[in-house]
């Protein structure tokens, strides 16, 4: 069974403050794992996917297999980064099907 | 590029109502997928869609819903007869293969508010 657990269903932070959002997953195989976004009245929009090892917007997120974790991660908050965070595990169920099971999110506020 | 739609944004209706609602994928995504969050819960995994085949229905809750995709185009879900429990957010993602070039990652729709009263 593939789960995923956001601990902090808050978070609240000061601009210019580092902020980490936590991510643990449980999974068999081989993760493939997602950070997904939801501004304040948008979509679901993706931020981050572990295989690209990107930054966006700032924020980086590595893989550690050895604590099965994927935080998130920016040195420095801005305003604009308030939102709710969703971690995500894309967990292969054969052929080529895949579906994402998410956590319960974490709802980031950067105060001024 | 048009994203994933979905329709309605908002359906209220009450116990027992039948309530359909649509999904249109990103044109040429073959994935077609059915999420939905209910009131303090995690988004919930309900089925998959490759073109017009069903391949993984093991998230949907009961015989009340009904996923269709005629022609392997738009998706609808329907609720059939609608109960309490059944309120929350459901979210429509699409794919595109892997097999034919996509990255495997899914964009999703800005989801239809579905509230029984």
New interface residues.
Partial sequence: AQR?TQPEKLLSVFKGAPVELKCNYSYSGSP?L?W?VQYSR?????LL?HISRESIKGFTADLNKGETSFHLKKPFAQEEDSAMY?CAL?GY?G???????????TLLTVNP | EA??TQFPSHSVIEKGQTVTLRCDPISGHD?L?W?RRVMG?????LL?F?KESK??ES?MPNNRFLAERTGGTYSTLKVQPAELEDSGVY?C?S?Q???TGGR????????TRLSVL
Avoid at chain 1, 42 to 46: A, D, E, G, V, Y
């Fill in positions: 995923v493939e997602f997904y948008q979509r679901l929009q993706l996917r969703y894309n169920s052929g080529s099907n895949y579906k994402l099971t998410f956590g319960k999110g | 994203g994933v994935n997928y999420y819960k995690e988004i919930k995994f998959h490759v391949q993984d998230g979210f993602a794919s293969d892997i097999r495997n990652i899914q964009y999703f729709g800005a989801g």
